[in-house]
């Protein structure tokens, strides 16, 4: 078995340094989040949308309802149909979800739409009373979009390596509406939400301490609560200044004129290659969609670049697929504690057609740690920002996504990396709660029901704020 050489052990140190953000420049990033956070609220705007949702309450956990909701997110498509009982916090749920197949990813909008209406289509099929009833639809896209109203959404611009051709600077709303028709799907397409204000509505269910909503999956952002009167681009509306509302921050564009983030080369040939460069900065260093790839260029730059002896000998070529790892790899190696690490080297085997000695375990094990240590930290500072603006000293964050979900330490990291930031004393007792806690949400399809149920009452009280009069059939 090849021994660990000391040049290779020195080449993972720089390795290491290159991906270590220290607590005084994690502060320097959360102060400069605050004031992009801002900037994105006035009136000329900044580099992060911050989008406003129309979600204008929160809920208090008697919803009452029936709804189907469809999350069009990096990956999946995935069909709910939701019933909210009226006791405190209940919900039943039956799902289905469909994997988004690379081509219908960079189709034409026809395509795309048709794809999305299919899966429902295919739910309705398997559950035929839902199909009897013609269900009020609540839409979650993952996306950002303009939203003058609560039933509309103008896409900004695709993210997570989507480029279907016709949609930017659309209304997705009425588009997705055409191909329901097409397919006679009878639902009624009542609101579009964003999956990190599902989020947020799903834990706020729960739970009425929850402020904040995030999404650590495929992609990465989040939404909190704000005061109509502390948003400035929407002074116009004379909306009450004390009204809540939902603000989709879409974070995954902080730093895009790169002024603060630590990128590494490997963020830089990302972003270089990437369908859209120079977009989603953030977003490049920190969500599961790249997190894999990150892992990636690495393992083949050691390879590639360094007299280290790195699979030496061997045939890299399926290393050599762009995206051919994604952040499971990340969470597979922490969760491996065997001796031999055998999970490790079994997936390098079976998926790569490598084999893993002491130097590639080495190399491995160090580098997924650091991505994710790395990554884990600097949505630390999105977190820390969004409390600093609000003043919240304590509070608590939905959080949902295969980072969070899977990873043994991304959790861990996040709260700890909040506690340096935010300057909380240490724990005295360690099952004392911390003063920000990230708790896993009830699912963004959970969030999307009751934003549906908000939206519908306040509809019948008479309180029409951003909802567009429509007639569907
Ligand atoms: C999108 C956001 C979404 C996030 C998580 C990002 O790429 O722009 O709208 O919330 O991914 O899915």
Excluded at 230 to 251: G, Q, T
Excluded at 446 to 473: F, H, M, P
Aim: negative net charge.
């Amino acid at each position: 078995m090849a021994a660990v050489s000391n040049s290779l052990r020195r080449q993972i140190e720089k390795l290491e340094a290159q991906f270590t953000v220290d607590d005084e420049k994690l502060k320097a990033i959360s102060r400069h989040f605050v004031g992009e956070l801002e900037k994105g609220l006035s009136k000329e705007g900044g580099s992060l949308p911050m989008n406003p949702t129309w979600i204008v309450s929160l809920p208090d956990g008697n919803e009452q309802g029936t709804y189907i909701t469809l999350e069009i997110g990096g990956t999946n498509v995935r069909v709910h149909q939701i019933t909210l009982t009226g006791r405190t916090s209940q919900f039943d749920r039956i799902s289905s979800e469909w994997g988004i197949p690379k081509d219908i990813k960079s189709a034409d909008a026809d395509t795309f739409w048709d794809f999305v209406a299919g899966c429902l289509d295919k739910f309705l099929e398997q559950h035929p009373d839902a199909r009897e009833k013609k269900l009020p639809l609540s839409l979650i896209f993952s996306y950002p979009v303009t939203q003058d109203h609560i039933n509309a959404g103008i896409l900004q611009r695709w993210t997570k390596g989507f480029n279907v051709s016709g949609v930017e600077g659309q209304d997705v709303v009425p588009m997705f509406r055409e191909a329901l028709m097409r397919r006679q799907i009878p639902v009624t397409l009542e609101v579009l939400t964003n999956d990190t204000t599902a989020t947020l509505i799903a834990s706020a269910y729960a739970d009425p301490r929850t402020r904040i909503g995030c999404i650590f999956g495929t992609g990465c952002n989040a939404a909190y609560m704000e005061d109509c009167g502390s948003i400035p681009k929407l002074a116009h509306l004379r909306l009450p200044p004390d009204m809540p509302m939902a603000i989709n921050c879409e974070w995954g564009a902080f730093d895009n004129e790169r002024k603060v983030l630590p990128r590494t080369p490997y963020d830089v040939t990302i972003d270089d290659t990437s369908p859209r460069p120079g977009q989603q900065v953030f977003e490049k260093m920190v969500a599961g969609l790249y997190l894999g790839e990150i892992f990636r260029l690495v393992l083949l730059d050691f390879h590639d670049n360094r007299a280290v002896g790195i699979f030496e000998g061997q045939d890299v070529s399926k290393l050599r697929e762009p995206y051919s790892l994604d952040s499971s790899i990340l969470s597979l190696v922490a969760k491996d504690e065997s001796k031999d690490h055998r999970e490790i080297r079994h997936f390098f085997q079976s998926k790569l057609g490598l084999t893993c000695r002491d130097a590639e375990l080495e190399l491995v094990r160090r580098a997924s740690t650091v991505i994710l240590m790395r990554a884990a930290r600097l949505v630390a500072c999105g977190i820390a920002a969004i409390c600093t603006k609000k003043g919240y000293e304590s509070c608590r964050v939905g959080a949902e996504g295969s980072l969070i979900e899977k990873h043994p330490r991304f959790r861990g990291v996040l709260t700890q990396s909040l506690r340096r930031i935010l300057d909380w004393p240490d724990k005295k007792n360690p099952n004392d709660e911390d003063p920000v806690e990230i708790i896993i949400s009830g699912g963004s399809g959970l969030g999307a029901a009751v934003v549906a149920e908000l939206t519908l009452r306040r509809i019948r009280e008479g309180n029409t704020y951003g909802v567009l009069q429509v007639a569907q059939s």
